[in-house]
């Protein structure tokens, strides 16, 4: 992703400091763009859990740096292994329903017991999260091939005007390492030359279309138009949107959809005006071992202070106001579930699938 015409990723180590990683501070987006240092596992497992950085490829990601740093934090300790796991466990507590976090954090662990001494255990761990963060951002690049197509036919059954493609939270480049899963089929799409405009609905309570999508989109070029997130079954019902596509932290191996709390009313208002609704996604977010989305997926429930305040620039500076009663309680339920029935289909890096356990394995075979 460009910035002002130079390119970033979201997470990367400092150049001639590799002892320290860098992220994006997304608190600060869109009015300032903020670039934190991360030194410790402690540090990372605060910028997961306060939401310096959020998004299911990008949580992984940002869990693999931490083992990293954990790694680095306890190479004189007598008691290694333990802080490990005890880094692990941390981590493990900051997010739990987007699956890459724990995969990652899974994969960190297999790849530092397999290494003999302490300094391989380091650059295992280095190596292990620098592949995971050049998978993911693999990955979305070939999801935005896979997508493309599908909205080239649209395109081409409208006669060449313009295709409107309705987004739910940020699904974007700021979600994941590079490219976005729900934005990499629209930034391909837009540089093929297709004609696209992009609804952005805010998404409460922290507003990641209207703060992050949006600016993503205006960093782009991509031509797109903020709404209020009750807007969009609107939209559908007057013809206004050709195609909405989302992204989503955890997907069951039988297709059913876990993304930011307000997918499956989009999804169930598509569903009633005959619009196509795709999640892309890369396999990471992919759970094998559940079936049943509404029932076993953890669903995170945030402090209701999220939902009582809200975050925007007055005079220069940015600013925290309340907007309830200051005694009216709140509930803050971070993600719903999609069933599969109302998906139309799910675009991977490998190509385009129903949301079906058939469907999903017709394209990942290796885990029938």
């Given at each position: 992703?460009?910035?002002?015409?130079?390119h970033?990723?979201?997470?990367?180590?400092?150049?001639?400091?590799?002892?320290?990683?860098?992220?994006?501070?997304?608190?600060?987006?869109?009015?300032?763009?903020?670039?934190?240092d991360?030194?410790?596992?402690?540090?990372?497992?605060?910028?997961i859990?306060?939401?310096?950085?959020?998004?299911?490829?990008?949580?992984?990601?940002?869990?693999?740096?931490?083992?990293?740093?954990?790694?680095?934090?306890?190479?004189?300790?007598?008691s290694?292994?333990?802080?490990?796991?005890?880094?692990?466990?941390?981590?493990?507590?900051?997010?739990?329903?987007?699956?890459?976090?724990?995969r990652?954090?899974?994969?960190?662990?297999?790849?530092?017991?397999?290494?003999?001494?302490?300094?391989?255990k380091?650059?295992?761990?280095?190596?292990?999260?620098?592949?995971?963060?050049?998978?993911?951002?693999?990955?979305c690049?070939?999801?935005?091939?896979?997508?493309?197509?599908?909205?080239?036919?649209?395109?081409?059954?409208?006669?060449?005007?313009?295709?409107?493609?309705?987004?739910?939270?940020?699904?974007?480049?700021?979600?994941f390492?590079?490219?976005?899963?729900?934005?990499?089929?629209?930034?391909?799409a837009?540089?093929?030359?297709?004609?696209?405009?992009?609804?952005?609905?805010?998404?409460?309570?922290?507003?990641?279309?209207?703060?992050?999508?949006?600016?993503?989109?205006?960093?782009?070029?991509?031509?797109?138009?903020?709404?209020?997130?009750?807007?969009?079954?609107?939209?559908?019902?007057?013809?206004?949107?050709?195609?909405?596509?989302?992204?989503?932290?955890?997907?069951?191996?039988?297709?059913?959809?876990?993304?930011?709390?307000?997918?499956?009313l989009?999804?169930?208002?598509?569903?009633?005006?005959?619009?196509?609704?795709?999640?892309?996604?890369?396999?990471?977010?992919?759970?094998?071992?559940?079936e049943?989305?509404?029932?076993?997926?953890?669903?995170e429930?945030?402090?209701?202070?999220?939902?009582?305040?809200?975050?925007?620039?007055?005079k220069?500076?940015?600013?925290?106001?309340?907007?309830?009663?200051?005694?009216?309680?709140?509930?803050?339920?971070?993600?719903?579930?999609?069933?599969?029935n109302?998906?139309?289909?799910?675009?991977t890096?490998?190509?385009?699938?129903?949301?079906?356990?058939?469907?999903?394995?017709?394209?990942?075979?290796?885990?029938s």
């Amino acid at each position: 992703m460009n910035v002002n015409g130079k390119h970033f990723r979201t997470i990367w180590v400092k150049e001639a400091d590799n002892e320290c990683i860098q992220i994006i501070d997304q608190r600060s987006l869109p009015h300032n763009f903020v670039i934190e240092d991360i030194r410790t596992v402690q540090q990372m497992a605060t910028a997961i859990k306060d939401m310096h950085v959020r998004g299911a490829g990008l949580i992984g990601a940002a869990a693999a740096y931490g083992m990293y740093l954990a790694a680095l934090q306890s190479a004189n300790s007598n008691s290694f292994d333990d802080d490990i796991q005890n880094a692990a466990n941390n981590l493990l507590a900051t997010r739990p329903t987007a699956v890459n976090l724990s995969r990652a954090v899974e994969k960190q662990i297999k790849a530092i017991n397999k290494a003999q001494d302490i300094y391989q255990k380091i650059q295992a761990s280095l190596r292990t999260a620098q592949d995971i963060s050049n998978e993911d951002a693999k990955f979305c690049k070939e999801i935005g091939f896979n997508g493309l197509d599908l909205i080239k036919e649209i395109s081409y059954k409208k006669e060449g005007q313009t295709v409107n493609i309705l987004t739910h939270c940020n699904a974007g480049w700021l979600a994941f390492v590079d490219y976005g899963s729900a934005t990499a089929p629209i930034y391909a799409a837009f540089d093929a030359g297709v004609d696209v405009h992009v609804w952005v609905d805010e998404t409460r309570p922290r507003n990641q279309g209207a703060r992050l999508t949006a600016w993503e989109l205006l960093q782009h070029g991509v031509p797109h138009t903020v709404i209020t997130d009750n807007v969009g079954g609107h939209l559908m019902q007057h013809n206004m949107v050709d195609l909405v596509l989302t992204g989503t932290d955890r997907t069951t191996y039988t297709g059913d959809v876990c993304n930011k709390i307000g997918t499956y009313l989009k999804a169930l208002a598509a569903k009633d005006n005959d619009v196509p609704f795709y999640v892309a996604l890369p396999s990471s977010s992919i759970d094998w071992d559940i079936e049943n989305g509404i029932q076993e997926i953890p669903i995170e429930e945030r402090d209701a202070t999220e939902v009582q305040h809200i975050q925007g620039l007055l005079k220069g500076e940015i600013k925290n106001v309340q907007l309830t009663p200051e005694k009216s309680p709140a509930a803050n339920y971070a993600f719903d579930v999609t069933p599969a029935n109302l998906v139309t289909g799910l675009i991977t890096e490998r190509g385009i699938c129903e949301a079906s356990e058939k469907g999903i394995k017709s394209l990942f075979p290796k885990q029938s």
